[in-house]
């Protein structure tokens, strides 16, 4: 346990001081919240209706595109090879330096988002239902995420790669976490609960197929 | 890992069942397409567009068997390091993606008179939509990773993730389209159906099963002797 | 406790690198890897770690801690570095030694004569000072088998010295080295194997 307390603590501090970390992936939360606008017209009717869509969709990609980071340093500096020599097993590892990304990137995001939403006219009521969903919902995107990063480890084109493999599964999540914007109570909390078994099965599945994915790449 | 537990025994079993398995596929069409195109009466609401279906949902049962049968292979490869098993999955894989990509083009074409619109977001669309993109993810992680041992193990793990996340993709979808369309615009299978349509449908799945293995048995060798060529152009090369 | 090897054989990527090797080694030895590019020294020493699986043939250890595996018992210094530059030496080395079970800093940091740069980041060092930090995994963690993939690459003489003392108070406790190299480390190696067709 200590073992992966300092690993944990070691990720939190590489993502604060090196680029990349969570003020790069809100750079690009915003610049896609400035986009859309553009691309769709600034009706204020139309924005508010989109606009719980938009911060999810945002929020994925966001998670998606820091998600390199979670192994591949690791990987190209040897640090991975003496990781996996270590007295803990790979997968304790792994599921270590996902939530490493959950709370460096994905948990600040999703509190951030729906207050980025007031751009978007993002209706007030419904802050709450979307703030709850994404912290849930982040968890599962975060591990996912690590799932991608493995399999796509020291791949060229890997970016590419990772969205074809990933986004797929993020279907669930993001259906589960719009309709808990739906502003109807009696889906918001079914939502939110299915949210929470996703997340907690992404728990078990994705450190057993990323350690899986990192052993047959350090051979 | 190259060498194959026993290909030649493989080789030759698929080389005497190919001819059988190519006629059977042959009857086979040719009975369910005479069902489905002279007996099977046109549709009350839906007139003969209705005859797209005898194409389409067995193309959609496909896609999903053949994914199955991929999972199936890639699980037997971890757990008993039968290479073939490997092979199997990978040449499933394209074939799979085709049988899904016939569903979503009959489903669009389908579409078209039913609804106006040659795309619509129905809940069984949009399922058959993603599971067309993780066969995409699929093929890409064969085709992106280059050292033969570490691209089966990657590819095993992408398509067990994937199965095991089918079912819960098809129920938030189903979720998301009850929760956007309360009414159901478009019902076809279920129990209601006639028997003089039913008929035709299970033999056309039938028809496409048997066209399936056929396929697969040919791709399957194909690539046998393709990682055999290159395991004598190494050799060769090494023994210069 | 004693490793040993029997008809051990490697493949990589449908390649055959090297076949039948055999060899045994027992504490306080010394074996030294060497052959030309490409004979699988690096593979041999993954083999031993643990990372990958031989194709044929086994790897034995006797005496050694019956519930971790070889790589588990040992040490393995490749040509990456595994620090991190964006954090300074010290913080490197407490990492290691709470994610490997640890040990003495202070020692560590002297035994590659790297106590004054301490506090440094690692981005400013140069590659013969990382190397040493590198090397100073093997006296902060106490593991009984060190494999070393051409541990002198980058070291200057009065570094390869400090490698040399690092090595012998390793064997004079007991412990085994397998370290691939090109150039005599300046330890006389007990045991030697050369890979890649004839010697």
Redesign the interface.
């Known amino acids: 346990m200590?073992?992966l307390?300092?690993?944990l603590?070691?990720d939190l501090?590489?993502a604060a001081?090196?680029g990349g970390g969570v003020g790069t992936a809100l750079g690009f939360f915003l610049t896609v919240l400035v986009l859309l606008p553009i691309g769709i017209g600034p009706d204020q009717i139309t924005l508010q209706r989109l606009a719980p869509g938009i911060l999810w969709i945002t929020l994925l990609l966001s998670v998606l595109l820091s998600a390199d980071r979670i192994f591949q340093?690791d990987f190209?500096?040897?640090?991975l090879?003496?990781?996996?020599?270590?007295?803990?097993s790979l997968e304790l590892v792994a599921l270590t330096k996902a939530f490493a990304h959950w709370l460096s990137t994905s948990l600040p995001l999703s509190i951030a988002a729906p207050f980025l939403g007031v751009l978007l006219n993002l209706r007030t009521e419904i802050i709450w239902p979307l703030t709850l969903s994404m912290i849930q919902g982040s968890l599962a995107l975060s591990l996912l995420a690590s799932i991608g990063a493995s399999l796509t480890l020291n791949l060229r084109r890997g970016g590419l790669l990772i969205s074809i493999l990933v986004l797929p599964l993020y279907v669930p999540v993001l259906v589960f976490g719009m309709s808990a914007t739906t502003g109807n109570p009696e889906v918001i909390m079914p939502s939110l609960l299915i949210l929470s078994a996703i997340a907690l099965a992404s728990l078990v599945l994705a450190p057993i197929a990323a350690a899986a994915a990192l052993r047959a790449y350090?051979? | 890992?190259?060498q194959f537990a026993n290909p030649t025994r493989f080789l030759s079993l698929a080389n005497g069942a190919l001819p059988y398995i190519w006629a059977v596929t042959l009857i086979l069409f040719a009975i369910g397409l005479y069902g489905a195109l002279v007996t099977a009466p046109p549709d009350y609401q839906q007139g003969e567009t209705v005859r797209i279906m005898f194409v389409h949902v067995p193309a959609a049962w496909l896609a999903m068997l053949v994914y199955t049968v991929m999972a199936l292979a890639s699980a037997v490869a971890i757990i008993f390091r039968h290479p073939l098993a490997d092979v199997a999955a990978k040449t499933a894989a394209p074939i799979g993606a085709v049988f899904c990509f016939l569903a979503l083009a009959t489903g669009s074409l389908w579409g078209k008179p039913m609804w106006g619109a040659w795309w619509v977001w129905d809940a069984r669309l949009t399922s058959m939509f993603v599971l067309f993109l993780l066969y995409v993810g699929y093929i890409a992680i064969w085709q992106a990773i280059?050292?033969?041992?570490r691209a089966a193990m990657i590819a095993r793990i992408v398509a067990i993730v994937g199965f095991i996340n089918i079912p819960i993709i098809k129920f938030s979808v189903d979720w998301w389209n009850s929760l956007h369309q309360p009414a159901s615009v478009f019902r076809m299978g279920g129990p209601t159906i006639a028997i003089s349509m039913l008929w035709p449908l299970l033999v056309m799945g039938l028809a496409y099963t048997f066209l399936f293995l056929a396929l697969h048995l040919i791709s399957i060798r194909s690539e046998i002797t393709t990682r055999k060529l290159?395991?004598l152009q190494?050799a060769r090369s090494?023994n210069r | 406790m004693q490793i040993t090897a029997e008809n051990l054989s490697c493949?990589?990527?449908?390649?055959?690198v090297f076949s039948n090797q055999n060899f045994s080694l027992g504490s306080g030895e010394f074996l030294q890897l060497t052959g030309p590019n490409g004979s699988g020294k690096s593979s041999l020493l993954?083999l031993l770690?643990?990372?990958?699986?031989p194709?044929l043939g086994k790897i034995t250890l006797a005496n050694g801690a019956p519930e971790?595996t070889l790589?588990?018992q040992?040490h393995?210094i490749?040509?990456?570095?595994?620090?991190?530059s964006?954090?300074s030496v010290n913080?490197n080395l407490?990492?290691?030694r709470?994610?490997?079970?640890g040990g003495d800093l202070t020692r560590a940091l002297d035994s590659v004569n790297l106590s004054p740069l301490a506090d440094y980041p690692v981005a400013l060092l140069s590659a013969g000072q990382k190397r040493r930090l590198a090397l100073a995994?093997l006296a902060l963690v106490s593991r009984a088998i060190w494999l070393l993939d051409e541990p002198s690459v980058g070291l200057d003489e009065a570094s390869q010295k400090l490698l040399v003392a690092l090595m012998s108070e390793h064997f004079k406790a007991g412990g085994l080295i397998i370290a691939a190299t090109h150039v005599p480390l300046g330890v006389k190696p007990h045991k030697n194997l050369h890979l890649g067709g004839q010697a």
Not at chain 3, 11 to 16: A, I, K, M, V
Not at chain 3, 49 to 53: H, N, P
């Open positions: 200590k073992l307390g300092a690993l603590r070691r501090i590489l001081r090196q340093q190209e500096d040897g640090s090879e003496v990781m996996a020599m270590a007295p803990a350090l051979k | 890992m190259q280059e050292e033969t041992g290159r395991n190494i090494e | 493949e990589r990527g449908g390649r055959t993954r770690a643990c990372l990958s699986e194709s971790l790589g588990q040992a393995y490749a040509h990456s570095d595994a620090s991190k964006a954090l913080e407490i990492f290691w709470d994610f490997l079970g995994r």
